[in-house]
């Protein structure tokens, strides 16, 4: 079974920071391009920032200069830092990853075309 497990959501002031991770598990071989989304309620889930397995970046208007988009590779863990933080930046969170790779006891490889993760709350209060 893989899946996506979010964390490092919360409470912040506008101003301040915080550090989302978003962990692969299971028997993974690769990943391809992993991003981060968030969604306020009602609302359609938007793309905020995206990191290819070549490690390069992309990042929605709104967000670049204050957020990071990272990976560790050896950890299949993507990561968002999320500093200067506003009050519009309150959303739920959701990391995303593309064609992930994984070993299966029937099949030699299996690949998951899209997963997402759960989601986490991060509310920034003015």
């Known amino acids: 079974q893989v899946q996506l497990v979010e964390s490092g959501g919360g409470l912040v002031q506008a101003g301040g920071s915080l550090r989302l991770s978003c962990a692969a598990s299971g028997s993974i071989l690769s990943i391809g391009d992993m991003a981060w989304y968030r969604q306020v309620t009602g609302d359609q889930r938007d793309l905020v920032a995206t990191?290819?397995?070549?490690?390069?970046?992309k990042y929605t208007d709104a967000v670049k200069g204050r957020f990071t988009i990272s990976r560790d590779y050896a950890k299949n863990t993507v990561y968002l830092q999320m500093n200067s933080l506003k009050a519009e930046d309150t959303a739920v969170y959701y990391c995303?990853?593309?064609?992930?790779?994984?070993?299966?006891?029937?099949?030699?490889?299996?690949?998951?075309?899209?997963?997402w993760g759960q989601g986490t709350l991060v509310t920034v209060s003015s």
């Open positions: 990191i290819t397995s070549g490690g390069n970046t």
């Open positions: 995303n990853a593309m064609n992930v790779v994984t070993t299966s006891k029937i099949a030699s490889t299996v690949t998951y075309p899209k997963l």
